[in-house]
């Protein structure tokens, strides 16, 4: 007995809505019917059929997956916004602290070496300064400074391009 | 939509938050391609839709925090989605540029294998013009319209969970799904004929 009036007030208001905006009562009762009421939903759904079928045509039904490239190029921006983890830093990662520990062990060397030869006292020595170019291969770019040829020790600084 | 994986999404978000970066990257992988679909339906634009998936993943990084267990993470992420393409639209609007996908279509190709679709649907008209007549009509559609229509049309989502993912009571969804399915309709020839039974996909509960 309601079922037809409903019908009516449904239609009514699914239209209306295209020209103003229902209340949220209208909104409400559009709602209730279209789950409720089978002759709602079917008036509601009545060009659904037709248009799913059109929409086989269209070109961006089936959606191409993005390229590995693409993917990339994408990742390569959450990277660089702190979203994904940074691969090439962590891969870079050992190779600065293994720099750095091999300067630290170098200067700890070069400081260990003056403490025990003294070379603070190497301007008494001036005459004993020796600096020697050794006969090396053209371009190597190697240079030898020698501390002195006495027993106390050998300071001896290699500066190398190679 | 499955509960397994809404669970397993939200494992992977507490994961996150937590301080586990490989939570988002997981979310991320688990979730790019079904939301570059959803972008690139609604943008119908591939390159657009590439730089919209880029923005909304580090949009959903940057907001994760803000994610209620409560709800459905991928309802979430369609959310923000939903909102970026709004957004890049109406930007579009502004600078007046036309989808491209017009000149694939122009071009009779499926963008996928650069073949065309479906060769025994409509038995009338050349698919290539009734490609051009849907691409045309679905760029059309008003944003909100657009919206739902792309969610329930090509997403398959309920209206339900439509109204859930736009912040909308049901029968708004129900009403805009209307006019926007008439006016897809309206841009075919009225003697189109769809080349056999329902072939419904969109869910409807």
Known sequence: ?162 | MDVEQDDEDRLLVRCHLSGDANGFEQLYRRHRERIFAVLVRMLRNREDALDATQEVFIKIHRGLDSFDPSGRFLTWAYRIATNHAIDTIRRRKVRKETPIVEEAVGADADLRTGRRANPEAGSQLERGEVATMIARAVDELGEAHRMVFTLHCYEGLSYGEIAAVLGIPVGTVMSRLYHARRKVRDALPPDWDPGGPSRSRGRSQ
């Not at chain 1, 759904?45 to 190029?73: F, I, K, Y």
């Not at chain 1, 190697?142 to 300071?155: A, H, K, P």
């Open chain 1, 1 to 162: 007995m309601n079922e037809v009036p409903d019908l009516q007030r449904f239609q009514e208001l699914v239209e209306a809505s295209a020209h103003r905006e229902l209340t949220e009562a209208e909104t409400a009762f559009i709602g209730r019917m279209g789950f409720q009421s089978q002759e709602c939903r079917q008036w509601l759904e009545t060009d659904a059929q037709t248009v799913t079928a059109a929409l086989t045509e269209d070109p961006l039904r089936n959606v191409p997956a993005p390229s590995s490239l693409d993917w990339a190029r994408l990742e390569t921006g959450l990277r660089r916004a702190g979203a994904l983890p940074d691969t090439k830093s962590r891969v870079q990662k050992p190779w600065p602290i293994l720099s750095a520990a091999a300067a630290i062990v170098l200067c700890i060397g070069v400081v260990y070496a003056i403490l025990r030869d003294g070379l603070s006292d190497a301007p008494a020595h001036s005459s004993e300064m020796v600096v020697e170019i050794l006969d090396l291969p053209e371009n190597d770019g190697s240079l030898i400074f020698d501390g002195g040829e006495d027993d106390d020790g050998v300071l001896m600084i290699v500066i190398s391009n190679g």
